[in-house]
């Protein structure tokens, strides 16, 4: 009997200013400045000024399968706001957002501590007179910024957004630009 072939599966910590597709016609930077295995491809996106866990596989079917909504995976978030959040302000996130005349499904919301991550290459926008705080942020649906969008939308615009983690996929300590293999991911 024939074994089945192996999958191939990676996490990528991805820098600010990349872009999650291995060509670009504007000659920015992109996966292939990173990733050197052939046939993997991302399980879903960040934006190019977004950070952080990026799982990059050949497997279809669990590619398929993190990315549907429907399977209710959970996909957490460090933002660093503009503003300090309120409880009513936390308690609507929690609740979902209206955007673009549909609701987000609930969400997991805390205020947390200054995260220690790395220094970013371009700094995030500054205003002396309006402090910044940090929410870690869990979303089951992945709409184009979301969560950019759904902080926005109670009033507290997210100067940087950091994935660290995809269900049971954690980023950990790997560093920005690195990756590395794993194994199958449980789901």
């Known amino acids: 009997m024939r074994k089945k072939p192996e999958h191939t599966y990676v996490i990528f910590n991805k820098p600010y200013g990349v872009l999650c597709q291995y060509t ?5 930077k992109t996966l292939k400045d990173y990733i050197h295995f052939k046939n993997i491809y991302p399980v879903g996106r960040l934006d190019m000024d977004s950070e952080g866990l990026l799982l990059l596989t050949d497997d ?3 590619n398929h399968w993190l990315a549907s909504p429907k399977n209710r995976m959970y996909k957490t978030y460090i933002a660093q706001v503009e503003g300090i959040p309120t ?3 936390i308690l609507h996130l929690r609740k979902g957002v209206l955007l673009e005349g549909r609701r987000t499904l609930p969400t ?5 501590e200054e995260p ?16 910044t705080s940090w929410i870690e942020i869990a979303i089951m649906e992945g709409q184009n910024h979301q969560v950019k969008r759904m902080t926005a939308a109670v009033g507290l615009p997210c ?10 996929i954690l980023l950990g300590n790997l560093e ?4 590395m293999m794993i194994p199958k991911p449980r789901v």
């Open 159 to 168: 100067l940087r957004l950091i994935r660290i983690s995809i269900g049971h």
């Open 108 to 112: 997991k919301v805390k205020v947390i």
């Open 24 to 28: 670009d016609q504007l000659g920015r």
């Open 116 to 131: 220690k991550v790395w220094e970013r290459p371009v700094p995030i926008r500054f205003r002396k007179t309006v402090p």
């Open 60 to 62: 279809g079917d669990l």
């Open 87 to 89: 409880d009513e302000q």
């Open 176 to 179: 920005p630009g690195r990756y």
